[in-house]
């Protein structure tokens, strides 16, 4: 959801471009929003808005930094689409499992370290594809037989493998620190963090570029090289790249929930309402425009203008700036397990 080439929003009325239609409507962007990023004033939102449902694990990956964007984008623009970064956020809305960040090491992180590390994590990821296999295969045959003392890691391993059979991606588990989060839990990965997302739903909010670089566990094109030679290799545990939310609403809220989960970058925040039913919450303005999607139960939302739009289950809905939103007349799901979540807004 939003203005990337890729895959552009349409206006629902007329079928319009949604970035036409902002080019042609600045003051719903906003002029914060358009002297910030030079884009903007193109019909371009800063952000891109996703729902993952992820069944069978996706790539092994990171995003690249603004001047390496740049360079692949010149040498490869078929493969690396944008110039842009691509720092990401992901907000867990049922049990998600990810790999996320390089586990930390048993010695001091020195400079000395990080090239070790990158050593070691090249070689692992440029294996010859035959020993790979015959290396994968050990391993799969001896969890088969007996329980290692790493549940999380065992049942990873042997699930990697019935998703992408002797890939090199199955072994990065051993490298990479294995998250689960809760509901309402975010992790946020800045660029040059290698990460992959095992299972699980969640929203997912990046900036606004589709550049991946991908070196395991996926059908599509690999860039090892451009992968190794663009990766922090910062270690420690996988909790460091945890987002903890802020009470976001001013007002009291009658047993309403608002929490903001803002990742240290410009162009994206997340805003997450609980919104009981039969209660209403009001909403401080924010200067942009933004996207909310209802993930559970139906309502209205209604602006400064007063009037009122009703809203449910998958409804997309575009704020403009500056907005005064209110929720009101919150009903829980008619059927299935209620998540918590009831208005996801960027």
């Known amino acids: 959801m939003g203005t990337h080439s890729s895959s552009p929003s349409v206006v629902k009325d007329s079928g319009d471009l949604l970035s036409d239609h902002l080019r042609e409507h600045q003051d719903l962007i906003g002029s914060q929003i358009i002297d910030k990023f030079e884009d903007a004033k193109n019909g371009n939102l800063p952000f891109l808005f996703k729902v993952l449902s992820i069944a069978k694990a996706l790539s092994i990956q990171s995003h690249p930094d603004k001047e390496t964007a740049k360079q692949l984008h ?21 049990d998600f499992e990810a790999l996320c960040g390089f586990r930390p090491l048993e010695t001091q992180d020195t400079p000395k370290e990080k090239v070790a590390l990158k050593n070691l994590f090249a070689a692992v990821m440029t294996t010859p594809t035959e020993k790979v296999h015959s290396a994968v295969e050990a391993i799969v045959q001896r969890y088969q037989r007996e329980q290692i003392p790493d549940e999380k890691l065992h049942s990873l391993i042997l699930r990697l493998h019935s998703q992408f059979p002797h890939d090199i991606g199955i072994l990065c588990p051993y490298l990479l620190n294995i998250l689960h989060l809760k509901p309402g839990e975010a992790i946020f990965l ?26 395991g566990l996926t059908p599509k094109l690999r860039d090892v090289p451009n992968l190794v030679l663009g990766l922090t290799y910062e270690t420690g545990e996988g ?10 609403s001013t007002e009291e809220q009658e047993g309403a929930q608002s929490l903001l989960y803002d990742p240290p970058i410009e162009e994206f925040s997340v805003l997450r309402l609980d919104i009981p039913k039969g209660t209403s919450a009001a909403q401080r303005a924010v200067a942009g425009p933004s996207l909310a999607i209802v993930t559970a139960g139906e309502g209205t939302l209604a602006g400064d203008d007063e009037r009122g739009l009703r809203v449910g289950l998958c409804s997309l809905v575009r704020i403009p700036t500056p907005s005064f939103i209110v929720p009101r007349q919150a009903t829980e799901p008619t059927k299935g397990p209620p998540p918590t979540e009831a208005l996801y807004t960027t």
């Open 74 to 94: 010149a040498i490869s623009p078929k493969i690396y689409k944008d110039p842009n970064h691509k720092p990401e956020m992901a907000l867990a809305l049922t």
């Open 190 to 215: 800045g660029a040059g963090e290698p990460h992959a997302y095992i299972s699980g739903e969640a929203i997912e909010c990046m900036a606004n570029s589709d550049n991946v670089i991908r070196a």
């Open 239 to 248: 909790t460091r790249h945890h987002v903890s939310p802020d009470a976001f």
